[in-house]
């Protein structure tokens, strides 16, 4: 079992720049990959970042850039540093953990955190 926790959303205006965190737990957890979700009013969830134990990283286009994904074992932490927000990047996000090898299918993803509000206005 993982327990995820994130935090750091808020309210931003276009430019701004905010961070995530996400607090994870449970045994063997810092084998997992993880990656960052979102899931804006009347849209599907979509991935869009993932880093696996190693520390490979992968990006949606949309946050190729801007965004950057990383984990500190030593304190148990998933970040997603965001840089540059957009309007579009208004939407609920939510961190996640797989056990390994890891997939970039959120269907294969086991574990949820309750997700963080980030809204930007322009």
């Known amino acids: 079992q993982v327990q995820l926790v994130e935090s750091g959303g808020g309210s931003v205006q276009a430019g701004g720049s905010l961070t995530l965190s996400c607090v994870y737990s449970?045994?063997?957890?810092?084998?997992?990959?993880m990656g960052w979700f979102r899931q804006a009013p009347g849209k599907e969830r979509e991935g869009i970042a993932h880093?696996?134990?190693?520390?490979?990283?992968d990006y949606a286009d949309s946050v190729k850039g801007r965004f950057t994904i990383s984990k500190d074992n030593a304190k148990n932490t998933l970040y997603l540093q965001m840089l540059s927000l957009k309007p579009e990047d208004t939407a609920m996000y939510y961190c996640?953990?797989?056990?390994?090898?890891?997939?970039?299918?959120?269907?294969?993803?086991?574990?949820w955190g309750q997700g963080t509000q980030v809204t930007v206005s322009s």
């Open positions: 996640a953990a797989v056990s390994p090898p890891g997939s970039l299918n959120q269907r294969d993803y086991a574990y």
């Open positions: 449970g045994d063997t957890a810092s084998r997992y990959f």
């Open positions: 880093i696996g134990s190693g520390g490979s990283t």
